[in-house]
């Protein structure tokens, strides 16, 4: 029996087939996608916190470097200055009361 109605209904047989099958593979792919994006996601993360790491690190090393630097120029600089002072005792006093001076002034209300 070869009639137009069992071709038919044979087309339609196969057609739901590979519809299913076809349903089966979108399914599949989506999943493969949604799992290499994850990854890609969970490793792009990973990189971004480590180069975040590696540069918070950098920074603060560089931060060290630098106050211990200004540490040993303030020390330094507060040495020779004792120096300066014990040299010419006179002069700082005056200095200092200058700056007094000055400070005041400037603090002063200007009615």
């Not at 211990?68 to 020390?75: A, C, S, V, W």
């Amino acid at each position: 029996m070869t009639d137009p109605e069992t071709k038919t209904q044979k087309s339609v047989t196969d057609l739901t087939a590979d519809l299913t099958a076809l349903r089966e593979d979108f399914a599949r792919l989506s999943v493969s996608v949604r799992e290499l994006v994850q990854s890609q996601a969970t490793s792009t993360t990973k990189r971004v916190y480590g180069a975040v790491g590696d540069a918070r690190h950098k920074l603060s090393d560089e931060m060290t470097n630098a106050k211990d630097q200004l540490e040993g120029h303030l020390g330094a600089m507060t040495t020779d200055l004792e120096n300066t002072i014990e040299r010419n005792p006179l002069v700082a006093v005056f200095v200092g009361a200058a700056v007094g001076f000055i400070v005041g002034l400037a603090s002063r209300s200007h009615k």
